[in-house]
């Protein structure tokens, strides 16, 4: 999956806003969409929200599985893979 990533940012950050509850977010145009992608353009993010995971693991090893799967979930949005597609897979 990292073979063909391209311009894109990881961040962290604390928790998203406006009250969601997101382990993380894919921002950016998946590549199925993409016409031109060229020189200067911003990257895309993934981000990964901090607090949320904390909340969700008891344990070290179930936070690196829920901070890979999202990962993973999100990395997927970049390929321009839907949730549902993502859920046929595992990763939702």
């Known amino acids: ?3 063909g990533l391209e311009n894109v940012a990881f961040v962290i950050e604390d928790e998203p806003g406006d009250g ?7 921002q ?3 590549l199925t969409s993409r ?3 060229g020189f200067g353009e911003l990257p895309d993010r ?3 929200y901090r607090l949320p995971h904390l909340d969700t693991a008891e344990t070290l090893d179930e936070l690196r599985d829920e ?3 999202t990962l993973v979930h999100e990395i997927g949005h970049y ?3 839907d949730d549902d597609r ?3 897979l595992g990763w939702a």
């Open 28 to 30: 950016g145009v998946d």
């Open 46 to 48: 993934i981000v990964i």
């Open 35 to 37: 016409d031109r992608y």
């Open 79 to 81: 390929y321009g893979l």
């Open 20 to 26: 969601e509850t997101l382990l993380g977010h894919y």
């Open 67 to 69: 901070v890979h799967a």
């Open 86 to 88: 993502l859920h046929e």
């Open 1 to 3: 999956m990292l073979d």
